[in-house]
């Protein structure tokens, strides 16, 4: 009877143990819940740690490309057109053959100044020996000093229209070479103008240009700068007017603005636009893709000071309020603090601050729009922005 007890007594105990361990894990397990429950009446946002970096502050300009290079195609002889020789906006090179006019004509003309050098040259030669003869005839007293001298005139009169009778071959000799148009510079020709079969006119200031010849490689990207900026790029003791040229310039085109180009100021005007007060620079960078194309927009980029230290932070996570920009950031107490900020360019994908942020704060870069002032929000994930 006595063990029996014992045995039920036992059973209680353990049943007793088994219930602290429930309840306590119960009310564990509710804790728990109750602190994530109160974690989600709270905004879920992302905060981004800023990043610091040692950046160059680059000015952002409305460019154009032009080629170093632009030759309108134009005869300098009149005649028939017999060929074309390129394709429509084929690249060809200096020296390619483009057009060819009826040689039939100048090559008369040729054989008739080479008949008319052959002519002179036996009037010379005539007028030289009757020259000697007048001479030895004289010293002889059989002819008179008249006569000599009429000789070395009418010798001197042959050279003259030899030299004039070459001058016209090497002139028809000249306009026949000019029946074979042939392209002065390496680049993109452009369409023809005029089809195999009309009268070209040469030498006329008026005439229309057959094609068009641009250079590609490399090519002119051009654009103007404010006054200020201009002082700026020489507000150094070291620096001049011409050391413009060493300026770092990079370029991106439309469709393609994460690819920068790095490109070399070879210009500068040499006076300040009284109107705009702007001043045109030049700059070259190389186009051996054919990436470019002149007329082709460019949006220019020239360094403007170098910064060390500079924090950056996600663009997304600016707020525009009225003609400030504002940060929200979260304290060390998960509350929502803003800060008016002074903001740069972009840099490297992310905007500059200059001014408001130390570096080190919590900045909210994903669910502004649930955030409030002096409200507590629940930190989702925490982005470093720094590698």
């Known amino acids: 009877m006595r063990m029996k007890r014992n045995t039920i007594s036992i059973g209680i105990a353990v049943a007793l143990i088994g219930l602290g361990s429930f309840s306590a894990y119960h009310f564990a397990y509710a804790d728990k819940q109750q602190e994530v429950t109160q974690n989600q009446q709270f905004p879920a946002v992302i905060v981004s740690h800023p990043a610091i970096e040692n950046i160059t502050e680059w000015q952002q300009y409305a460019g154009r490309f032009v080629a170093v290079n632009n030759v309108d195609i134009r005869s300098r002889v009149s005649g028939y057109l017999e060929k074309i020789h390129f394709k429509d906006g084929d690249i060809v090179n200096k020296g390619d053959l483009l057009f ?41 007293h059989a002819v008179s000093k008249q006569r000599v001298d ?43 103008n005029v089809d195999v079969g009309n009268l070209i006119r040469g030498d006329d200031e008026n005439a229309s240009p057959l094609t068009n010849i641009v250079s590609l490689d490399p090519i002119y990207v051009i654009f103007d700068v404010d006054q200020n900026t201009f002082l700026n790029l020489t507000n150094n003791e070291t ?9 770092s310039v990079r370029l991106s085109i439309q469709g393609d603005t994460d690819t920068k180009y790095d490109a070399k100021i070879n210009f500068v005007s040499n006076s300040i636009d009284q109107q705009t007060g702007s001043i045109r620079l030049r700059a070259v960078v190389d186009n051996n893709q054919g990436k470019f194309t ?8 020239l360094a403007k000071q170098e910064n060390p230290q500079t924090i ?7 707020v525009l309020e009225q003609t400030d920009y504002v940060v929200y950031v979260v304290n060390d107490e998960d509350i929502v603090e803003s800060r008016h900020v002074e903001v740069g ?25 649930h955030v409030a002032v002096g409200s507590k929000v629940a930190i989702q994930s925490e982005l470093a922005l720094n590698p």
Do not use: C, M, W
Request: aromatic content about 4%.
């Open 150 to 192: 009429e000789d070395k005139a009418r010798v001197k009169q042959a050279e003259a229209q030899l030299s004039a009778a070459k001058s016209r071959l090497a002139r028809a000799e000249l306009d026949l070479d000019f029946t074979q148009i042939t392209a002065p510079i390496t680049g993109k020709i452009d369409q023809h």
């Open 345 to 369: 360019p972009i840099a490297n994908g992310l905007r500059v601050i200059r001014k408001g942020l130390n570096g080190d704060e919590r900045v909210i870069s994903g669910g502004l729009h």
């Open 312 to 318: 950056l932070i996600p663009e997304k996570a600016l």
């Open 294 to 301: 002149p007329g082709l927009f460019a949006r220019v980029e």
């Open 239 to 247: 620096k001049s007017f011409n050391d413009v040229h060493s300026s």
């Open 100 to 140: 060819s006019i009826d040689p039939r004509p100048f090559k008369a003309e040729v054989s008739i100044a080479k008949a008319t050098v052959e002519e002179r040259e036996a009037t010379l030669a005539l007028a030289k020996t009757d020259s000697t003869r007048s001479i030895e005839l004289y010293k002889t």
